[in-house]
């Protein structure tokens, strides 16, 4: 497998899923999870998660159904602020990734008042990294998230 084509993957699926906002890719499932699923080639990406506020989940990137890649995160929208206030801004962020950092969003977006932050250490392999929405100077939502290649 390619690491440049797992990259390119990454990207793809991630700007194709949640960073979408298509709420029709989301299936409900019985122990109340919520999952996203995106195939494209001979890669295959499934994205699990639970909560709404705060949330918690993991993606996991098969190649020819073995998994290769995952992404565990965490986060939440502060207390007192509406997250519709904040999850359309993020969907917007995260749709601004870079191939050469594709887990989460850009280093740095901003429109308007509101900023998003991604602070990531390492690459594709192993990595980990902490991303942040301000409104004006205050921040108003944070989420952790690590991940890397698996079962070389």
């Not at 509101?114 to 902490?130: A, Q, V």
Request: glycine share 10%; hydrophobic share 30%; charged share 30%.
């Amino acid at each position: 497998m390619e690491l440049d084509a797992l990259r390119q993957f990454i990207l793809g699926a991630s700007r194709a899923t949640y960073a979408s906002g298509d709420a029709s890719i989301k299936e409900r499932q019985p122990d109340n999870s919520t999952t996203i699923r995106f195939e494209q080639g001979e890669f295959r990406y499934h994205d699990n998660y639970f909560g709404g506020e705060p949330y918690g989940g993991r993606e996991v990137v098969f190649h020819n159904d073995k998994p290769v890649w995952m992404m565990v995160y965490y986060g939440l929208v502060d207390a007192g602020v509406p997250k519709q206030d904040v999850y359309p801004f993020l969907m917007e962020s995260l749709s601004q990734a870079t191939l050469d950092m594709p887990y989460r969003g850009p280093a740095d977006y901003r429109r308007g008042d509101y900023r998003y932050e991604n602070l990531l250490e390492g690459d594709l392999d192993s990595f980990s990294g902490i991303e942040k929405i301000f409104r004006d100077k205050e921040c108003i939502y944070e989420a952790r998230y690590m991940g890397g290649l698996i079962d070389q």
